[in-house]
C-alpha cells in the first residue's frame, strides 16, 4: 500500500466516523500564501462557513503567515458561536499540527470554541 493510499483510507475512515457521530468539524486547508478553514456539519456535509485569508473582509497584508492563520481561527470561533455551535471537532487535513495549523487552532479556542 503506497503513502497516498494509506493517508485517503485514513481520512475516510476518520470522516465516516463523525458522519455516525455528527459533530461539527473544522476543516482546514493552506498553501503558501493563504489559509482556509471551514465549519462543515458532518452528518449532512453541508458547509456551514468559511473564512479565508483571500476574502475582501481580510485586513492582514499577508495570508501565509502565523498572525493571519489566528485571525482566522478567531473569526471561524466568532461565526460558529454566533450559529449555536460550541464544541466542535478539529480536522487538519493531515497537515501536521505545527506552525500555522496550530495557531488556527489556538485562535479558534480563545474565540471560545472547544475541541
Known amino acids: 500500500m503506497s503513502k497516498e493510499t494509506a493517508r485517503i483510507r485514513r481520512s475516510k475512515k476518520l470522516r465516516a466516523n463523525l458522519h455516525k457521530n455528527g459533530t461539527m468539524r473544522i476543516c482546514i486547508s493552506k498553501s503558501l500564501k493563504n489559509i482556509t478553514a471551514q465549519l ?59 506552525g500555522r495549523v496550530k495557531a488556527l487552532a489556538d485562535g479558534a479556542r480563545d474565540g471560545g470554541l472547544e475541541f
Open 40 to 98: 462543515i456539519d458532518s452528518s449532512n456535509g453541508v458547509v456551514l462557513i468559511t473564512i479565508s485569508t483571500q476574502q475582501k473582509t481580510f485586513d492582514g497584508k499577508s495570508g501565509g503567515n502565523i498572525e493571519a492563520a489566528k485571525k482566522v481561527g478567531a473569526e471561524v470561533a466568532k461565526k460558529a458561536l454566533n450559529l449555536g455551535h460550541k464544541k466542535v471537532t478539529f480536522d487538519r487535513s493531515g497537515y501536521k499540527y505545527h
